[in-house]
């Protein structure tokens, strides 16, 4: 029985030698296993990284850009924010005035990460000032769901 018990404490030695910082100070390695160096490549994130700039529409209709902003609620990238921006955009988008509708406009396509937009509509992260609008308090409302509304799809396109 010892002998197993030395056995296995010696193969868990070799096993995680590669792991231990003090590995080369053990007094008995195994033939087949070399030296190894702990080798960590690890690269500086460059100090600016460029964002592509959202292009201003200053000219486009209203109608239109309502209809632009009901298709990009429903084609987000991930679900969660497909989910919850399209039931939104259906629920209260033809109800904005142009102002709304450019801030929401601004809501999701100035934002370069989507799981931004979810985290502060599901408030996991405080919404910064320049998003903190009318808008995003009115999706945080939609989110809660008061209503207890199933979201399990998308609304259907009219």
Known sequence: MF??????????RWIFAPWQRHAATSSQE?????????VIVDYEDPDYLPLPEYPARPNEPLETRKQRLIYQSRKRGMLENDLLLSTFAAKYLKDFN????????????GVSNDWDIYYWATEVKPT?????????QLLKEHVKNAERVTRL???DLT
């Not at 195994?30 to 702990?38: E, N, R």
């Not at 910064?128 to 995003?136: K, L, R």
């Open 3 to 12: 002998r197993q018990l030395k056995l296995t404490l010696n193969i868990s």
């Open 30 to 38: 195994p033939p087949f296993m070399a030296p190894i160096s702990d």
């Open 98 to 109: 142009a102002e709304q509708t450019a801030i929401y406009d601004q809501l999701i396509n």
């Open 128 to 136: 910064p000032d320049e998003y903190n609008t009318e808008i995003m």
């Open 153 to 155: 799809r998308q609304p």
